[in-house]
């Protein structure tokens, strides 16, 4: 049977970030995304205008079949929408760790948009409480790591890609200390829903049964080279390629 993943983010209509980029780079890697929507935006490659959380009774109720039907491998959690939402996923998550106590949960803690704007009313950090807690790896950017309480024992990837030089440094932590860290050049673009491929195609890397030192470096190269291989649909930030690597 193909792992499943299951997601909970929002739908980006231009097809680079959201659930658009979390279904292909999952697919990518061989595992099967089950996509949950939980916000629905306006947006294009460079900025979100609107973000519409759904309604936390809809996101419990699209997850209930996914979880009566499926054997769930993996949780990605992206942009929660409110803390309602994010209420609704931790119940969801509880009750399949009720079953299955290690299933991995990744984490992608997006505050805001790269270009600063909100994505759902209210605090982002409020809504992102909940799921904190329950996530087996939380993958913020150096912003992200600035901001966020980071609740007990938690593991970490922070890219480094808001520091300066030509070299990007990511590193695992756990209780604050570095387990390891990996280097990659510099890219000279900037990208839409980079932070979602490396989530996404972490989970799915779990969910086929892979350690978390395993899965964070095949992670970090499907998305290194992704974003080595984008491509433009509009002037601004560039789409990550996410198309299956080679071994």
């Not at 916000?39 to 009566?68: I, K, S």
């Not at 470096?217 to 690597?245: C, D, E, K, N």
Request: hydrophobic fraction near 50%; glycine fraction near 10%; charge should be neutral.
């Amino acid at each position: 049977m193909t792992p499943c993943v299951l997601v909970f983010a929002g739908l980006d209509p231009g097809g680079g970030a959201g659930l658009a980029a979390d279904i292909l780079a999952i697919a990518a890697q061989g595992a099967h995304a089950l996509p949950v929507a939980t916000a629905l935006t306006c947006q294009d490659n460079n900025r979100v205008f609107e973000a519409h959380p759904v309604d936390a009774g809809l996101v419990a109720r699209q997850a209930a079949p996914l979880v009566a039907a499926f054997d769930i491998r993996a949780v990605k959690l992206g942009i929660p929408g409110n803390a309602a939402n994010a209420a609704a996923i931790a119940a969801i998550i509880r009750d399949l760790r009720a079953r299955q106590p290690a299933l991995p949960v990744v984490l992608d803690p997006v505050l805001a948009s790269g270009h600063g704007d909100a994505l759902g009313p209210g605090s982002a950090m409020a809504a992102l409480s909940d799921l904190l807690t329950l996530a087996t790896i939380v993958l913020p950017n150096l912003p992200e790591r600035a901001a966020l309480d980071m609740p007990g024992t938690r593991q970490m990837l922070v890219t480094g890609g808001h520091a300066p030089g030509d070299t990007v440094i990511n590193r695992w932590l756990q209780d604050g200390q570095a387990l390891r860290e990996w280097r990659w050049p510099r890219l000279p673009d900037t990208y839409h829903g980079s932070g979602c491929t490396l989530a996404a195609a972490l989970a799915a890397r779990l969910a086929l049964g892979e350690s978390m030192a395993i899965a964070l470096g095949h992670a970090q190269a499907y998305t290194h080279a992704t974003l080595a291989q984008s491509f433009a649909v509009a002037p601004g930030q560039r789409i990550p390629r996410r198309l299956p690597q080679p071994h």
